[in-house]
């Protein structure tokens, strides 16, 4: 896999991206509570108003639910580099280009595999508006 020093470079790079992502779910839990206090202490909202501010409010939550998941997957990158897995396609098996963990440090496939999974995501997604059952997996009963 990776030498000692570029090991530890890799894990700097996730744990940087890791407190990163949490600066920002912080600064935005912290501007979520700043808007519940300030609802409590403003006159009511008409209606548009109330439409607008749960609006800001379900994105915020999404936004940290994303991050939430980042964090997740940068977690199982740091334990893929303690087990030497770091860098290995999880379908094919093949190494990760360097460039592509660059851009994306916690990448489980690597970009072949990863367009092929986006391929098979859109063709099933153009099949459910017409009401296509999706092909049997491997193994399944038909």
């Not at 991206?17 to 501007?31: A, C, S, T």
């Not at 440090?105 to 970009?111: D, H, K, L, V």
């Amino acid at each position: 896999m990776a030498t000692k020093k570029k090991k530890e470079a890799l894990r700097k790079m996730l744990v940087e991206k890791k407190r990163e992502v949490w600066g920002d779910i912080k600064e935005r839990l912290f501007e979520q509570l700043g808007k519940e206090y300030r609802r409590e202490i403003e006159t009511a909202l008409d209606e548009g108003d109330r439409a607008l501010a749960n609006l800001a409010e379900e994105t915020g939550i999404t936004i940290v639910n994303l991050r939430k998941d980042m964090l997740e997957k940068i977690d199982r990158a740091l334990e893929k580099l303690d087990q030497g897995t770091y860098g290995i396609c999880e379908d094919c098996g093949g190494e990760i280009s360097e460039q592509r963990l660059k851009a994306v440090p916690f990448a489980i496939y690597c970009i072949e595999c990863k367009q092929k999974r986006e391929e098979l995501e859109q063709i099933e997604q153009e099949r459910e508006p017409f009401g296509a059952p999706a092909p049997p997996e491997v193994g399944e009963e038909i």
